[in-house]
């Protein structure tokens, strides 16, 4: 595994810092966030993150932003449906930087340090997650299995995930766990998941 790749997954107190802000544009609204080195894509929203926003339904519930990193799916999602929202990562630069987000753009979200579902209480209405893919599968399985005993009786758990890292292995494994496992989006190697209880 290269270096640079595991930082965002792990704390590195050596790494430098490369504080910036960036802007992202969903539905039509402008979100601005603070990142820095040692987060995923500090240098914008990546596609797969935003699309996995578009896909997601309409919520008011509430939703668990698993693996959020500087906190574009909670604080976009938060604002847009008006929900309640939880943020949690393992990486502490990234969840300072959610923070900062979170008071930028004006959202109330709870923020908690964990490994996985570790330090999670509670369940949810929506879950969602763009897995960590260079942590390796057995931290991604770990966070499909616990997202499973955090969802309301009629919850939805969300995963973006590329071909090539894996989708196929993804959904047999994710098959294993739910009841239901749903394709909802296949396009240019891209797939957007929906797994429920």
Known sequence: MCEFMSHYFTNDDNLKSNPRIISHEFNGKIFEFHTDSGVFSPEKVDYATDLLMQNIESSAGKLLDLACGYGPIGIILGKTFGCNITMSDVNRRALELAKMNREMNGVNAKIIESNGLANIDGEFDIITLNPPIHAGKDVCYKMYEGAAQHLTFDGKFYIVIQK???????????????????TIYKKKGYYILRCSN
Do not use: P, Q, W
């Open 164 to 182: 090539k890292h894996g989708a196929n292995s993804t959904i047999t494994k994710l098959c294993e766990i739910y009841k239901s496992v749903e």
